[in-house]
């Protein structure tokens, strides 16, 4: 019995090692656009649409990421740079990057050169409009006994509403000692212009004091990727404006 455990373990930890160590498939071996999956993603500020980050991750046919620098990728014409990213064990990320690239006619457009040298339309993604977060009124110290309201205009492409809390908990060990707690995100959904009342029945629970609240006002925009693209693929824009309140 011993010893058919032991065959057992180092089964499993060979099957794990295989696993672990099983390669993507050659970026040679990736001919045709109908090869890919891809996923695309880029952060913009909405105070400057010059300032952004693109990310774009490639996949094969078994869902295994794949880069290579004869596979190249271009937004408005500009390269993206090839990274490899080494992760805990023997993971890598292999990730695309480009930053600071100005949009051409409203909109971030993704070619790729494959290995074979074919060329393909990879993705097509709105840029976001610019707004002022001077136009976020609101409070940021603020009673705990009150309600709590925040309102917003001429905030354009914003249309989610993330808020999440810190609060304050004694621990059950030292009744005296007190710890801070990040909560989960609440999400709204909202147009450019709003408002927004928190009542203070919803600030605490038994247990707990509300310290600090984040209102992160974000525009979220999905882009179009090229049809021939496996299942799966995607490209969005996301750019934000956050807030802190303290409550006391």
Not at 82 to 89: A, N, R, T
Not at 186 to 209: A, R, W
Request: one cysteine or more; a neutral charge.
């Amino acid at each position: 019995m011993g010893n058919m455990i032991k065959l057992l373990i180092l089964f499993f930890c060979s099957c794990f090692l295989f696993t672990a160590c099983s390669k993507p498939i050659s970026a040679s071996k990736i001919t045709d656009i109908s090869d890919v999956k891809a996923e695309i993603e880029i952060y913009q500020s909405l105070t400057d649409e010059n300032d952004n980050s693109i990310s774009v991750i490639l996949y094969d046919k078994k869902g295994k990421e794949f880069g290579n620098d004869s596979v190249k990728i271009t937004v408005n014409g500009e390269k993206a740079e090839y990274k490899i990213m080494q992760q805990l064990y023997y993971s890598k990320n292999y990730d695309y990057r480009a930053e600071d690239i100005p949009p051409q006619n409203n909109s971030y457009e993704l070619h790729i050169q494959l290995s074979n040298g074919k060329k393909f339309f990879l993705a097509s993604i709105p840029s976001l409009k610019t707004s002022s977060s001077t136009n976020i009124i609101y409070s940021k110290e603020a009673p705990l006994n009150q309600d709590y309201s925040i309102r917003w205009s001429d905030l354009h492409d914003v249309n989610v509403l993330y808020f999440s809390k810190s609060v304050k908990v004694k621990t059950k060990e030292e009744s005296n000692i007190e710890t801070f707690i990040e909560q989960a995100e609440d999400t709204l959904k909202i147009s450019p212009s709003g408002n927004y009342t928190l009542k203070k029945e919803k600030f605490s629970k038994p247990g707990e004091l509300l310290s600090m609240m984040s209102f992160e006002f974000t525009a979220e925009k999905t882009g179009t990727v090229n049809p021939q693209l496996l299942k799966g693929s995607s490209s969005k824009i996301k750019g934000n404006h956050e807030e802190r309140v303290s409550f006391k």
